[in-house]
């Protein structure tokens, strides 16, 4: 989607580095969702984020929501094999309304 | 496991055919989505149903319906099949909390292979 924008489209790492994935919207965010996705499989939700300056984390994974930029960031730290897979963002545009549009999605490698 | 469950995991049908893709939600969660995922548009908002009616829709085809039944799980009817529609169709459930917002959670998903 053009509303939402992801980068990097694809990232390869080595195992222990650091990594950030960003997602930038042209409207306003009402909600901010990050999922990770192995190929051909189910989404699995990581962080939901509503409020400008909302930071979360779990594990080894951060996410944080600027506002005024519209866009969010998710951050690894020390990579491991089994973060691989797709990343993918998904906004709602809308208060009330919970149906996502979702970035194009970034693929994730981390070499062992 | 997000408790969204899906069935069935994979179909392959032909040209012109019609499907049914059915979908039960997490327990207590009112709210159900179906997203279509294919290679060349990525994931994409099909329709939303809350608690039985139909809330939002997305980017449907008017060959594809759906619906929610009074038990909450869900329908999605794809009609006179094209080769297109081929794709991941997925269903998603949320519930609303105070301290945790909407959280939405996805199912694995439903192959379809229209041949």
């Known amino acids: 989607s053009q509303e939402l924008e992801q980068s990097p489209q694809s990232l390869i790492v080595q195992e222990g580095k650091n990594l950030t994935i960003n997602c930038t919207s042209s409207?306003?965010?009402?909600?901010l969702y990050w999922y990770k996705q192995k190929y051909g499989e189910g989404l699995i939700f990581l962080m939901m984020?509503?409020?400008?300056?909302e930071e979360k984390s779990h594990e080894k994974i951060t996410a944080k929501l600027d506002e005024k930029k519209q866009q969010s960031s998710l951050h690894i730290t020390a990579s491991q094999p089994s973060h691989a897979g797709i990343y993918l963002c998904?906004?709602?545009?809308?208060?009330?309304?919970?149906?996502?549009?979702f970035g194009s999605g970034t693929q994730l490698t981390v070499l062992p | 496991d997000s408790g969204v469950t899906q069935t069935p995991k994979h179909l392959i049908t032909a040209t012109g055919q019609r499907v049914t893709l059915r979908c039960s939600p997490r327990?207590?969660?009112?709210?159900v989505y179906w997203y279509q995922q294919s290679l060349d548009q990525g994931l994409q908002f099909l329709i939303q149903?809350?608690?039985?009616?139909?809330?939002a829709k997305g980017n449907i085809l008017e060959r594809f319906s759906a619906q929610q039944f009074p038990d909450l799980h869900s329908e999605l009817n794809l009609s006179s099949l094209e080769l297109g529609d081929s794709a991941l169709y997925f269903c998603?459930?949320?519930?609303?909390?105070?301290?945790?917002?909407?959280?939405?959670?996805f199912g694995e998903g439903s192959w379809l292979t229209v041949v």
């Open positions: 998603a459930s949320s519930v609303f909390d105070r301290v945790g917002g909407n959280t939405i959670y």
């Open positions: 984020l509503q409020k400008g300056g």
């Open positions: 998904g906004a709602a545009f809308s208060g009330s309304a919970r149906q996502l549009t």
């Open positions: 327990s207590g969660d009112l709210s």
């Open positions: 409207k306003t965010l009402y909600g």
């Open positions: 149903y809350y608690n039985g009616e139909e809330r």
